[in-house]
């Protein structure tokens, strides 16, 4: 079992970086891939980024360049830092974890994100 706990989400002007954080705690050894998704109202979930055991990263078309994906293992922590903040990233954002041998995530609360025009 996984527990994952979100935070740095918040209201910023268009143009400004707020970054979040989600820690996790529980079977943290046998965590594989960690990422990000979100939802805006009336909005399907989108995948925003996603990091892999190995550091391999990749990212939603609309994120990239602005965003970045990182972990600290030994804080068992995911990062999401997002820098030049456009109103249409405005939603929830979902933390995820993969754990190695089982398909099933385990998410997080969600944070609001909310960026201004």
């Known amino acids: 079992q996984v527990q994952l706990v979100e935070s740095g989400g918040g209201l910023v002007q268009a143009g400004g970086s707020l970054r979040l954080s989600c820690a996790a705690s529980g079977s943290t050894f046998s965590i594989d891939t960690m990422g990000w998704y979100r939802q805006a109202p009336g909005n399907q979930r989108e995948l925003v980024a996603r990091?892999?055991?190995?550091?391999?990263?990749n990212y939603a078309d609309s994120v990239k360049g602005r965003f970045t994906i990182s972990r600290d293992n030994a804080k068992n922590t995911v990062y999401l830092q997002m820098n030049r903040l456009k109103p249409e990233d405005t939603a929830v954002y979902y933390c995820y974890v993969q754990r190695r041998l089982y398909y099933q995530p385990y998410w997080g609360q969600g944070t609001q994100v909310t960026v201004s025009s």
């Open positions: 990091i892999t055991s190995g550091d391999s990263t």
